[in-house]
């Protein structure tokens, strides 16, 4: 079957049509196409969500388009069409749910509305591969920080998050104290390979606590200190900075994952969200999975379906195939678990 996926929860207009067969449950991206408005943001060092909003609009038609050109199939072909319905900025939300329900109706095709969060831990599957369950899912990206129990497909039960920032976040406004552009953290890890991970011993919040949550902003407090004292970092203290923010995140969001798996006896560990892209994070992952728990099998999505993508929401469609009446679809910003 083919399925169109449609993703405008925040800056990106992304739409993808990825071709699965139920029987093998395997999956192909025939088309992934994306629209960023990060340019105009990094401007402003966040994102304006009025602004976000009127891309989305300049770019969902032309977007859809293109994903049906490039996948070299017609709208009569499409089976079933699937859109973000929340967590996510209201005004880029609505573009992607109203073009949806419109299409739902022109075309009479069947809609799913998907959580973009579980979207991202669908990123893991684009590939049709299947995982041994249960898993531990942590979800890291500019929004959110949560740490997921996926006992199967559709099986997911939320175990922590984040009380303050969430590690994207914590990336962006501490890549902004050190004078970065917006989004900070490809900007960090690309310093963070000129300095020292040792040089600052910033504070790592309730790595030791006995739940699941998380807290980044007293790192980011910590930060703004040392930056305070230092007065005008020159490049090579800003490479220590940067590596050392990047271990002390990394290890908050190792050790809690490792908790969470030993807890609950899991096979694998599924990271996803636009931090997981970060390859010094996603050795350390590797690494220490390998050591404390050798026979968990280890995944992350390619970098491109680790930040926003409209693959993994149809693909969470395929996994998750609940169709409802597209008028009874809605916006919903603060969906959650
Ligand atoms: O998943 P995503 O594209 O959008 C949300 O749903 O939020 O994540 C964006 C976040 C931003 O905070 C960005 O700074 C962070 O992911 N990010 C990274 C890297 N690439 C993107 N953080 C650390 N290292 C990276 N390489
Ligand atoms: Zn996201």
């Known amino acids: 079957m083919y399925i169109l996926g449609i993703e405008t929860s925040c800056d990106e207009t992304a739409a993808s049509i990825i071709e699965a067969s139920t029987k093998e449950k395997k999956i192909n991206i025939l088309s992934d196409v994306i629209s960023s408005s990060l340019p105009l943001h990094s401007k ?3 994102i304006i969500p009025e602004v976000a909003a009127r891309q989305q609009l300049k770019y969902i038609i032309p977007v859809i388009k293109e994903s049906l050109e490039r996948a ?6 499409i089976d079933v069409l699937s859109v973000t319905v929340g967590p996510g900025l209201v005004g880029s939300l609505l573009v992607g749910i109203e073009t949806a329900k419109t299409l739902s109706f022109a075309w009479k095709k ?11 831990v669908y990123a893991n599957f684009t590939g049709g591969i299947k995982p041994d369950f249960p898993s531990i899912a942590l979800i890291i990206s500019g929004g959110h920080t949560d740490l997921l129990l996926m006992e199967n497909f559709g099986q997911i039960t939320l175990l922590g998050g984040t009380r303050d920032d969430a590690a994207g976040e914590a990336f962006d406004k501490i890549g902004r104290l050190l004078g970065l552009s917006y989004p900070a953290g490809p900007l960090i890890e690309e310093k963070a390979k000129k300095g020292d991970p040792k040089s600052f011993n910033f504070p790592r919040p309730m790595i030791n606590s006995k739940n699941f949550d998380f807290s980044f902003s007293g790192l980011k407090t910590a930060v703004w200190r040392e930056v305070q004292k230092i007065n005008k970092p020159n490049e090579k203290i800003i490479d220590n900075i940067c590596a050392s923010v990047q271990k002390a995140i990394s290890d908050i969001l190792l050790a809690k994952t490792l908790n969470a798996a030993k807890k609950y006896k899991i096979k694998s560990i599924l990271l996803s969200g636009g931090v997981s892209a970060n390859l010094t994070i996603q050795e350390n992952f590797k690494l220490n999975i390998k050591r404390h728990l050798p026979a968990v099998k ?3 999505p390619e970098k491109a379906l680790c930040t926003d993508n409209a693959a993994m929401i149809a693909t969470s469609a395929f996994y998750n195939y609940q169709p409802i009446p597209w008028e009874n679809i809605k916006a919903d910003p603060e969906l959650y678990f």
């Open 72 to 77: 070299k199939i017609n709208n009569s072909q």
């Open 298 to 300: 280890f995944f992350v």
């Open 110 to 120: 069947p809609l799913i509305p998907v959580n973009h969060l579980i979207g991202h």
């Open 44 to 46: 402003t060092g966040g």
